[in-house]
């Protein structure tokens, strides 16, 4: 054995990433990583260009590509002229990818409808479940059973209005390691877009929570990039706080995430505008994603010191690096990862904080909790 080789335990610690033997021997039976030679004892010995590849393989796997992405990317050497096959290849595994979504969307649909159902529909939803054992829909008269099922289960709902909370307790993941606060949070936040999959995109600071009461609190200014987001804000709750709605991009013409980021960056003086937002701020971004990457220079060259940043903008390139940017800030922040985002979230996340400080029993009365 050289000394420049490795045994599979020392790749392992050297790669680190949570990479384990075994996932090594995976990859090798995978395609991902060529054999390596042998020691005379039979033990796998590694070079520095295993390192390498299983460094990129731990680093694309961490960014959310599949094993079966990772082995198209790494087929094409860096010096090689492939980029426009490779793009190819990229662009028919991501409608692949696609196209499993919708299927598992569509299965999660039929689920929800099912343990979405509150108390009320607890008698007819366990008739459908014990009937749905015995459905033979091999028939087109088994196919209208089915629909049969599904249209006595949707009658009940003529009785009652919905009960959100009751469908969220069954259908979210496990929360409990949570503040009352953070579930809320999530709990509204899902219910805004009526995707439960959006737990696993939303991203708190450790101490978001904490800084956003002690800001609103105080009366903070609030900053938000549109006034579709100002106009969706719970006004008479902040309003009660004697916290001020300020918008940068003070256009009412201005209603979508396009226009939003094209006049971001066609003003000048709406850039300069956001230089100048008051320290202790709470910023909500819900549309132009340059809005956030600007926010988060300004921050790290200590221009601006927002107390909490809600950095929900729309976008496939951009806004999910203006995200990875903000959490990079180490400054509280409320976000959702990747493309997803919007107006409707952004000021939702902020509704809810609000809502934690000041109860609403009606539309007169109003006191701190």
């Known amino acids: 054995m050289k000394s420049s080789e ?160 009751e469908s969220l307790q069954r259908l979210l993941p496990d929360l409990s390691n949570r503040s009352e606060i953070e579930q809320h949070l999530i709990s509204q936040l899902v219910l805004a877009c009526g995707d439960v999959s959006l737990v696993s995109f939303i991203k708190l600071s450790r101490g978001a929570i904490a800084a956003s009461r002690e800001a609103l609190s105080s009366s903070c200014q609030i900053v938000v990039d549109t006034q579709t987001v100002a106009a969706a804000l719970d006004q008479t709750r902040l309003l009660h706080l004697g916290c001020q709605i300020e918008t940068l991009i003070d256009n009412p013409h201005i209603t979508t995430a396009t226009e939003a980021e094209l006049a971001f960056w066609q003003h000048r003086e709406w850039q300069e505008k956001l230089q100048q937002v008051s320290q202790g701020c709470v910023l909500v971004v819900g549309y132009a994603p340059s809005v956030l990457l600007e926010a988060s220079i300004a921050i790290a060259n200590q221009k601006i010191q927002p107390a909490l940043v809600i950095g929900m903008p729309i976008g496939f390139s951009h806004a999910p690096a203006a995200k990875r940017q903000l959490m990079q800030q180490g400054i509280p922040y409320i976000t959702v990862e990747g493309t997803l985002g919007g107006g409707a979230l952004a000021a939702t996340a902020l509704n809810a904080l609000v809502e934690s400080l000041i109860d609403k029993p009606d539309c007169h009365c109003y006191h701190f909790m």
């Open 6 to 165: 490795l045994t599979i335990k020392q790749l392992t610690h050297l790669v680190g990433g949570g990479l384990t033997p075994r996932m090594v021997r995976h990859y090798h039976q995978l395609g991902l990583l060529p054999q390596p030679v042998r020691s005379p004892s039979n033990y796998r010995l590694y070079t520095k260009k295993d390192v390498l590849r299983l460094q990129r393989i731990v680093a694309l796997k961490q960014q959310g590509f599949q094993l079966n992405h990772i082995r198209q990317i790494l087929q094409v050497e860096p010096e090689a002229d492939t980029t426009v096959n490779l793009m190819g290849q990229l662009q028919q595994q991501y409608r692949a990818v696609m196209q499993q979504i919708s299927q598992l969307r569509q299965t999660a649909s039929a689920l929800e409808g099912l343990l979405g159902r509150d108390r009320h529909c607890q008698i007819i939803q366990a008739e459908v479940l014990a009937q749905l054992k015995l459905l033979d829909v091999e028939t087109q008269a088994g196919l209208g059973g089915l629909e049969n099922l599904w249209s006595g289960l949707d009658a009940e709902i003529h009785t009652h209005s919905e009960a959100f909370t």
